[in-house]
C-alpha cells in the first residue's frame, strides 16, 4: 500500500536533514585543518595559536625555525659583560699617536713612531670601520709625524703639531677632507717652534690642544682653534705642566688624563676636566694607578646617555714599563673604580670611543724599547638609561658632587722655563717644580663613606713590573 505524506512535513524533513549536515561540516573543517597542518611540519600556520610552555617547546621541536647564517655583527648587545677582544691588527707598528672619530663613524689614526732612540716616522693614516671590523688606508699625511694632537668636526680630521724628526717640533694644522680625501692646511698654532705630545679634543666646532711640550719644556698651554673661522686664541692654562698626555670631549667637557712633567719626567696619573663655557678647570685627582699615567689614555664609554663613564687605560712609569690595568670614573659621583685588564700591555696607544658605545686602543709600545700593532676592543658598553641607579652601576650610594672649580692661574702660556730635556734615567728624582699629587683644592671629595674607594687599590690581575736593566733607554717625551 503506497503511503501518502504530506508536502510540508517533506519540506521540513529535508531542510532538517540540509542543517544537520552543514553544522556537522562547520563542526569537522577545523579538525581536518589542524590534521593537515600537523601532517606537514614545512608549512607553517599563518594563524596565532597559543599554548602553554609544554607545547611551544614540542613546537620548537618539531618545526624548523632557524634563520639563515649570515655575516656576524660587530655591534654587541648593551649591558653585557664588559671585556676586552682582540681586533685587526694595525700595522706598522708605532706609538705616540691618537684617534679620532670622524663623521662618517670610523676611527682614524695618524703617523706614529718607533721607541728606537733615532725613530722612524709615519706618514700613514688609517681608519677602522667598526660595522666590518676592518682597517684600510687613506691619503697620507703631508709629512711623517708623531706626538701630534688629533680631533674631528664636520667632515674633517684636524692633526695640530708634532714631531717631525732630531729635535724639531712643528706648529703646523693639518687637516683630511674626508669627502675628498685630501689635506690642507690652517692656520699655525700661535707658539714657536711647536708642541708635541698634548691632548687633542673637539667640542662645539673648537679644536683644543691642551699640554705638551716643545721639545724642553713641559706646557701648561690651552690652544683654542675656531673651524669656522680658522684663528687660534687660547684659554685658561692646564692647572699644571704635563707632556705625553691625553684627552677626549665628551658629554659637554674635555677631559684631560695623564703625562709627566719636565725636567725631572714624574708622571701624573690625575684627571683634569675643562669646562668651556666658564672657560675654568676642575680636578678629578689621582687615578690609583699606581705611578702610571705616562702615554695613558681617556675616552668616553658606553651611549652617552645617562651617566657620563669614562675609560682610562693606565699607561706606562717614568721608565716606560707599561701596564695592562685601566680605569673607569662616573664622572657624576667623582670615583675612580679598576676596569677590566687589556688583552696585553701597552702605552703611547691611540685610543677612542666607537659608535656603539665600545672602545678601541690599537698599537702603542709594550716594553721601553718595542712597540706592538695590536688592536683590542672593550666589548659590553652599558646600557643607557634616563634613570640611572648609582647602586647598579657602581656598587655605590648615589652622591651629590661637590663643585670644585679652579681660579686660573696666572701663568706664562709657553709653561715656566727649564734646563734642556733630560732622558729619564733608572733613578727618577721629583724636581720641586712639580708634585704629582692633586693640589686638595681643586680635587672633588665625593667619598660617601670612610671606606677606601675602588681608586686606592692596584687591580689584582696586574703584577708590580719586575725590576730589569733596561738595554736603551725609555721612549722620549
Known amino acids: 500500500m503506497k503511503i501518502q505524506i504530506n508536502p510540508s512535513i517533506s519540506a521540513h524533513f529535508i531542510r532538517g536533514v540540509f542543517y544537520l549536515l552543514l553544522l556537522i561540516a562547520v563542526w569537522a573543517i577545523p579538525f581536518a585543518q589542524a590534521k593537515w597542518n600537523t601532517s606537514k611540519p614545512a608549512k607553517r600556520s599563518l594563524r596565532p595559536v597559543t599554548s602553554d610552555i609544554s607545547a611551544a617547546t614540542d613546537s620548537i621541536q618539531k618545526f624548523d625555525l632557524s634563520i639563515p647564517a649570515g655575516s656576524p ?6 649591558g653585557g659583560p664588559v671585556a676586552w677582544q682582540p681586533g685587526p691588527d694595525q700595522p706598522p707598528a708605532r706609538y ?15 703617523g706614529g713612531q718607533t721607541a728606537d732612540m733615532v725613530p722612524t716616522l709615519y706618514d700613514q693614516v688609517s681608519r677602522y670601520d667598526y660595522t666590518t671590523n676592518t682597517w684600510s688606508n687613506v691619503a697620507p699625511l703631508p ?25 724639531s717640533v712643528t706648529n703646523a694644522l693639518r687637516i683630511y677632507d674626508i669627502a675628498t680625501n685630501t689635506w690642507s692646511s690652517g692656520a699655525n698654532m700661535p707658539i714657536s717652534p711647536g708642541v708635541e705630545a698634548a691632548a687633542g679634543a673637539v667640542r662645539q666646532g673648537k679644536f ?22 680658522n684663528t ?24 684631560v688624563y695623564g703625562g709627566v712633567s719636565l725636567p725631572g719626567f714624574t708622571t701624573t696619573d690625575t684627571l683634569l676636566s675643562y669646562y668651556a663655557p666658564s672657560n675654568t678647570w676642575g680636578n678629578f685627582g689621582s687615578a690609583g694607578t699606581a705611578g702610571h699615567g705616562n702615554y695613558g689614555g681617556v675616552s668616553g664609554f658606553g651611549s652617552g646617555d645617562g651617566p657620563i663613564e669614562l675609560l682610562i687605560t693606565d699607561g706606562a712609569d717614568s721608565m716606560g714599563n707599561s701596564t695592562t690595568a685601566t680605569h673607569f670614573l662616573i664622572t657624576f659621583t667623582g670615583q675612580f673604580r679598576a676596569g677590566p685588564p687589556m688583552i696585553g700591555n701597552r702605552a703611547g696607544h691611540a685610543q677612542g670611543r666607537l659608535p656603539d ?11 721601553a724599547s718595542t712597540t706592538v700593532s695590536a688592536v683590542e676592543v672593550l666589548n659590553g658598553p652599558p646600557c643607557p638609561t634616563p634613570t640611572p641607579s648609582c647602586e647598579i652601576l657602581i656598587g655605590l650610594p648615589c652622591l651629590t658632587p661637590t663643585p670644585t672649580a679652579t681660579a686660573t692661574p696666572t701663568v706664562s702660556p709657553m709653561g715656566s722655563p727649564t734646563a734642556t730635556h733630560t732622558p729619564p734615567t733608572p733613578t727618577v728624582t721629583a724636581t720641586a717644580t712639580h708634585t704629582p699629587t692633586a693640589t686638595p683644592t681643586v680635587t672633588v671629595t665625593v667619598s ?8 686606592e687599590t692596584i687591580p689584582a690581575v696586574r703584577t708590580p713590573p719586575t725590576p730589569r736593566v733596561r738595554p736603551t733607554p725609555a721612549p722620549r717625551p
Open 73 to 78: 655583527t660587530a655591534t654587541p648587545t648593551c
Open 96 to 110: 705616540a699617536f691618537q684617534a679620532a672619530l670622524g663623521t662618517d663613524n670610523k676611527l682614524y689614526v695618524a
Open 143 to 167: 709629512v711623517p709625524l708623531s706626538q701630534a694632537a688629533m680631533g674631528a668636526w664636520n667632515g674633517k680630521i684636524y692633526v695640530a703639531g708634532g714631531f717631525i724628526g732630531g729635535s
Open 208 to 229: 683644543y690642544v691642551m699640554g705638551g711640550d716643545d721639545f724642553n719644556n713641559a706646557l701648561n698651554t690651552n690652544f683654542i682653534y675656531d673651524i669656522a673661522t
Open 232 to 255: 687660534w686664541t687660547t684659554g685658561a692654562p692646564l692647572p699644571d705642566s704635563r707632556t705625553n698626555t691625553s684627552g677626549t670631549a665628551y658629554g659637554g667637557v674635555i677631559y
Open 357 to 367: 658605545g665600545r672602545v678601541l686602543v690599537a698599537d702603542g709600545f709594550n716594553t
Open 448 to 455: 660617601p663613606s670612610p671606606t677606601p674607594t675602588p681608586s
